[in-house]
C-alpha cells in the first residue's frame, strides 16, 4: 500500500455518502493512445447526483461536486496536497489593489459552455449576484423551507438566491463589467482573508435567464441578466433566483440538455436514476486539463464491499469507499488491485438540531435554553467517541485520534492551542453519571427519544450507530434508528434529532467553518444562532495575521463546545482503490474531490 500525508485544515462541504452491467473494456493499445478506439473507465462512489448546482443549501454536497468537478473548469484549482493554483487557460484573476481590496476577473478568450456560448462576464456576475446575497429582498433567517424537501417556500415574488459566502457579500457595490464583455471587477468594502477562493463558477448565465425569463437567444439572456442586476430589477430577479434555486435539480437525465452543460473535460451524456452516470469527452474544451480518458461511467454503490467485488469482476475500475478494516483486507486479495491510504480532509461528527421541537429544542421545554442545554450536555456527555475511533478507524490507522476542534485538523497549525481552551476536554471521557445527573437538574424524567439520521447502507455509521445505543442508553436516551437513503436531501428538514455524518474540505481557506456556524449559513443545518460567533467569525473574515485567526477560531469554539451543540469524532481514514492494471496515472487528493483529482493525467490498461 501506498500512503499519502495529511495537509488540510477545516471544513465545509457535507461529504455524503447501483450498479448496472459495466461497459466494455477497452484494450490495453486503447490506453496507450495507439489506438482510434475510444477508452473508457468505471468508477465508484457511494452516493447518486442529485443536483448540477452544488452552491444552493440544497445541492452542497460531494454528491454533486464531484461530479461537476469533471464537468466544469474554473479560475482556480486546489491540487493534490492542498495548494491552491491559478487556472490561467480558463481566465486569470488578480488583486489589482489593496485598499479597497480589488480583484479583477478576466475569462480567456476560448472559454465556452458546451453548447458553443462564451464563458465571459455575465457568468462571473451571476456568481457574484448568488454568492454576495446583497440583491436578496428577503433574509436568510425569514424563509421558510419545505419540510418534506427542505428548499425555500416563501419567497415567491423575492429575491432569494439559496446560498452563501463568506466575501461576497462585502462587494456590495455592483461589480462593473468591461467593453469587450470578459472582465468583472470586484471592489471589497473591507479586506477579506480568503478573496482567492470566492468566485466559484457553476453555473450558465445564459441558461439561467432564459429558462428564468423566456429569452431564446443566448447572448440576449445574458443581457438581461446583466441588465436586471445592474438595474435592481427585483421581478426579473425573483424569477432569475427562483430558478437558480430548484432549476438545476435533478436525479436522472434532464429532457433539457440545457440544464447539464459543461465548460470542462466532460459533458453529461446519459444518467440513469440511481445506477450510473457516463460522461464523455467534451470536444468544445480548449483548456488545460483536457480529458485523457474519452469516457467515464461513474456506478453508485453505498456499500463498500460491493463495490470491492465490482473491481474484482471488472465491472468498476477504481472507487475510493469510507474504508474499514472488512474492505481493506477484501480489497487486498483482489489481482492487481492498488490501495493508497492516508488522512482525507473530511471529519465525522454529530450534529443535535435545536430547532424542530425536539428533545434538544429550547421550544420543547416552554422556551427554556437552559434546560434544553442541560439535555444536550447530558447526550454528549455519554457520546462512545474513544470507542468509535479505537473500534472503527484505528484498524485502518493505527495513528488515528478523537479529533477535538470544530475547525482544525490535527496536525495543523493551530489545532493544539485550540484544543487546549476549546472545551473539549468536558467530553473527554464518557460519563453517563453525570448525563442522568443532568437530565434530573433539567427536571426530565424517563429515557429521552432521540432520532439518529445516518445513511441507509453505509456499513461504518450502521456500526458507529451500533456503539452510540447502548452507550446512550446507559445514559438515559433510547436512540430511534431514522437511517436514510435520502439523508443528505433531508439534512435541515426536522425530521431527525441528532445526525452522523462528514464535513468535508475543499480548500484550506481559514474562513471556511464559517458557513456551518454563523447564523443562516448554508451549512448551518441545525437551527444553531450564537452573536458571539457571528462576531467572530466576522473578526476573522478581515484578518489575515494566522497568530489572531487561531485565537478567533479559539473563541469559536469556546461558544461551540459552551453550548454542546455536538461533537467531533475522528479524521477520515482513506483508501483509494484501484485495478492496476486498469487505469494508473492517479493522485487523489486529500481535500475534495479526492479520487477525481487529476483526471487528465489518467491512462485507461487493458
Known amino acids: ?62 454528491a454533486n461536486s464531484n461530479i461537476k468537478y469533471l464537468m466544469n473548469d474554473q479560475f482556480w484549482y486546489v491540487d493534490a496536497e492542498g495548494e491552491i493554483q491559478q487556472n490561467t487557460s480558463y481566465g486569470t484573476y488578480e488583486k489589482t489593489s489593496e485598499d479597497p481590496l480589488t480583484v479583477k476577473y478576466t475569462v480567456a478568450d476560448d472559454t465556452t459552455w458546451s453548447d458553443g456560448t462564451p464563458v465571459d462576464a455575465a457568468d462571473v456576475l451571476l456568481a457574484w449576484a448568488a454568492g454576495s ?59 477579506f482573508a480568503d478573496w482567492q477562493y470566492d468566485i466559484s463558477m457553476s453555473i450558465p448565465a445564459h441558461v439561467t435567464a432564459a429558462k428564468a425569463l423566456g429569452i431564446d437567444d443566448p447572448q440576449e439572456a445574458k443581457d438581461a441578466l446583466i441588465k436586471a442586476v445592474q438595474d435592481k430589477d427585483e421581478a426579473a430577479l425573483a424569477k432569475i433566483s427562483s430558478f437558480w434555486n430548484t432549476g438545476y435539480d435533478y436525479t436522472k437525465m434532464p429532457d433539457d440538455k440545457d440544464l447539464a452543460l459543461s465548460s470542462g473535460a466532460y ?101 427554556d435554553e437552559a434546560k434544553a442545554l442541560k439535555v444536550r450536555q ?38 493544539d492551542e485550540i484544543v487546549a481552551q476549546n472545551g473539549s476536554s468536558e467530553y473527554s471521557e464518557v460519563d453517563p453519571a453525570r448525563s442522568k445527573k443532568l437530565l434530573q437538574e433539567a427536571g426530565v424524567n424517563g429515557d429521552v427519544d432521540v432520532r439518529v439520521m445516518y445513511a441507509a447502507d453505509n456499513v461504518r455509521r450502521a456500526n458507529e450507530f451500533q456503539l452510540l445505543k447502548p452507550a446512550l442508553a446507559e445514559a438515559g436516551f433510547n436512540l430511534i434508528d431514522a437511517k436514510s437513503a435520502k439523508w443528505g436531501e433531508k439534512l435541515g428538514d426536522g425530521t431527525y434529532d441528532a445526525v452522523v455524518f462528514g464535513w468535508q474540505s475543499e480548500t484550506p481557506a481559514v474562513t471556511e467553518s464559517g458557513p456551518t456556524f454563523v447564523t443562516g449559513g448554508i451549512n448551518n443545518l441545525i437551527g444553531y444562532s450564537n452573536e458571539t460567533v457571528d462576531s467572530e467569525f466576522d473578526t476573522l473574515n478581515t484578518e489575515t495575521d494566522e497568530a489572531k485567526q487561531i485565537e478567533i477560531l479559539a473563541n469559536v469554539e469556546k461558544e461551540l463546545y459552551k453550548d454542546a451543540i455536538g461533537l467531533t469524532l475522528y479524521q477520515f481514514p482513506s483508501a483509494n482503490i484501484s485495478n492496476g492494471s486498469r487505469v494508473t496515472g492517479l493522485d487523489p487528493a486529500i481535500l475534495a474531490p479526492t479520487m477525481f483529482y487529476g483526471f487528465w493525467d489518467w491512462k485507461a490498461g487493458s
Open 1 to 62: 500500500m501506498r500512503s499519502k500525508r495529511l495537509f488540510t485544515a477545516g471544513a465545509v462541504i457535507a461529504s455524503l455518502s447501483v450498479m448496472a452491467t459495466a461497459c466494455a473494456a477497452p484494450s490495453a493499445d486503447e490506453g496507450e493512445g495507439n489506438s482510434d478506439q475510444p477508452t473508457s473507465l468505471n468508477l465508484g462512489w457511494n452516493q447518486p447526483f442529485y443536483s448540477y448546482n452544488e452552491d444552493t443549501s440544497n445541492g452542497n454536497a460531494t
Open 133 to 191: 446575497g446583497n440583491l436578496n429582498t428577503i433574509d436568510a433567517d425569514k424563509v421558510k423551507t419545505d419540510d418534506a424537501t427542505g428548499l425555500p417556500q416563501n419567497t415567491k415574488g423575492k429575491v432569494y438566491f439559496d446560498t452563501s459566502s463568506q466575501g461576497l457579500p462585502y462587494v456590495t457595490e455592483t461589480p462593473e463589467i468591461s467593453d469587450d464583455g470578459k472582465t468583472l471587477t470586484l471592489v471589497y468594502d473591507k479586506p
Open 267 to 367: 459533458v453529461m451524456k446519459e444518467f440513469k436514476e440511481n445506477q450510473y452516470m457516463t460522461l464523455e469527452k467534451n470536444p468544445k474544451y480548449k483548456g488545460d486539463h483536457a480529458a485523457s480518458i474519452d469516457q467515464l461511467t461513474i456506478r453508485w454503490n453505498e456499500d463498500p464491499l460491493a463495490q470491492v467485488q465490482a473491481l474484482e469482476n471488472g465491472e468498476i475500475d477504481m472507487f475510493s469507499p469510507q474504508v474499514t478494516t472488512d474492505v481493506a483486507q477484501a480489497a487486498e486479495k483482489v489481482d492487481g488491485v492498488e490501495i493508497e491510504t492516508g488522512v482525507e480532509g473530511t471529519y465525522e461528527h454529530i450534529d443535535l438540531v435545536l430547532n424542530n421541537k425536539g428533545p434538544f429544542d429550547p421550544a420543547s421545554y416552554g422556551g
Open 378 to 415: 447530558a447526550f454528549l456527555s455519554a457520546v462512545p467517541r474513544q470507542e468509535i475511533v479505537d473500534k472503527l478507524i484505528k484498524p485502518i490507522n493505527a495513528d488515528a485520534e478523537v479529533r477535538n476542534s470544530f475547525t482544525r485538523t490535527e496536525g495543523t497549525p493551530g489545532y
